[in-house]
């Protein structure tokens, strides 16, 4: 059980930061006391945590006095900024945002993988990206066993890992287009121009091979986030990593389409038998009965579900995996609550 600290939730309104609460509680975590921090724009909202109304504060470079634990949520501009005074006051961040996952000093953490990396911190320690997460909790205990020498990943990510306004426009284009029954016909079911406001294009009953900005190699942030941060957390650079990262008017959860080429044969039944036992995953895989992992199992869980396991005939040594999780949980405000429970 970890140590009583005050602690406290930067991005406290957020998607994230309203499942570090519930998350908090649910775990029954040991605190001093909590201090819920986000922008002017939450001043004067209070926000109920084990049964009381707890006030949001403005985050300044002075909300740390006193902080011993931060939990960092409201975006990595914010983090960037705020991080360092939080450390200057003498708190451990767990950052959930990319601002320092690739900093060398910074430890990047997911329990079931590399917890021992935690010691190296000097302040903070970097939660990785949701889809990153949940793909590393799959393939390190195949890795440990068969050697992963190529990763080839396709993501279904749902609108919630883009933030609190983008579930509702996901739910605000699909009652408008289900209400004046227009999605029967070709070309009917768009939406008007100004009801696209959050994503770059109409994300409901779409989706969109765009997450993060585009980057010069042609691959966006997200996919190259996958590419550097799975490395880093399996400590292997030799691992070669590939990835497209699309957007789905999926409300909770991603998904994943993993193909492995390892160095080491390895059947679909001794991966399937490795990942019953591994922690954190639940194997969800009878394909004649329909049974194979979807974001509605996921929503609302702790663990990654791996379904659709099979050899990949197309090389000597393959497999192909389908892995699906809650992206605000074990993607983002479960996991970083696991570090601060090994701190
Ligand atoms: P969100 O629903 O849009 O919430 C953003 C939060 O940040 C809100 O609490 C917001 O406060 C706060 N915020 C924004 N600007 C601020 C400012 N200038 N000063 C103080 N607080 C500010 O977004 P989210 O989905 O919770 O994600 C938040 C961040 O977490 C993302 O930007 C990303 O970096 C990270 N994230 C990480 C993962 C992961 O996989 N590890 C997954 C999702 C998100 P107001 O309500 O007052 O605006
Ligand atoms: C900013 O689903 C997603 O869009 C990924 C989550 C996310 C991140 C992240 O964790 O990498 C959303 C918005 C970031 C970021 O760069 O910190």
Not at 116 to 136: E, L
Not at 162 to 176: H, I, R, W
Not at 189 to 217: R, T, Y
Request: charged share 25%; net charge positive.
């Amino acid at each position: 059980m970890a140590q009583a600290k005050h602690t406290a939730v930067m991005g406290a309104t957020g998607a994230v930061g309203s499942r570090f609460l519930r998350i908090l509680e649910e775990r029954n975590f040991p605190m001093k006391s909590l201090k819920l921090l986000a922008s002017e724009r939450s001043a004067g909202k209070k926000l109920k945590f084990r049964g009381e109304d707890i006030p949001v504060e403005v985050l300044g470079h002075d909300s740390f006095k006193g902080v011993e634990l931060v939990l960092s949520s409201a975006g990595a501009s914010r983090s960037k900024e705020f991080l360092p005074s939080a450390v200057k006051a003498g708190a451990v961040c767990i950052d959930n945002t990319s601002a320092y996952r690739m900093d060398k000093d910074v430890p990047l953490v997911v329990p079931e993988v590399n917890p021992h990396a935690v010691k190296r911190h000097k302040g903070i320690i970097a939660n990785p990206n949701c889809s990153t997460i949940q793909m590393v909790v799959a393939l390190h205990p195949i890795h440990k066993v068969a050697k992963i020498k190529r990763i080839v990943v396709s993501t279904y990510q749902s609108v919630s890992g883009a933030g609190q306004k983008k579930v509702v426009e996901n739910f605000l284009q699909s009652v408008s287009i289900v209400r004046d029954s227009r999605g029967f016909e070709v070309g009917r079911h768009n939406v008007k121009k100004d009801e696209v406001k959050e994503f770059p294009h109409q994300i409901a009953f779409n989706l969109l091979p765009h997450i993060d900005v585009f980057l010069d190699n042609g691959y966006t942030k997200e996919e190259m986030k996958m590419v550097n941060e799975t490395r880093k957390i399996m400590e292997d650079d030799s691992i070669a990593v590939t990835a497209t990262a699309v957007r789905v008017p999926v409300f909770f959860a991603h998904s994943e389409c993993v193909n492995i080429e390892t160095e080491k044969k390895i059947s679909a039944d001794e991966a399937r038998e490795i990942l019953k036992n591994s922690p954190g995953v639940i194997v969800m895989d009878d394909p004649k009965n329909n049974v194979y992992p979807m974001p509605l199992d996921a929503e609302g869980k702790d663990e990654v579900f791996v379904g659709r396991i099979r050899e990949d005939e197309s090389v000597k040594s393959g497999l192909n995996l389908w892995v699906v999780a809650d992206n605000l949980r074990k993607g983002a405000a479960l996991n970083a609550i696991q570090i601060a429970e090994i701190l």
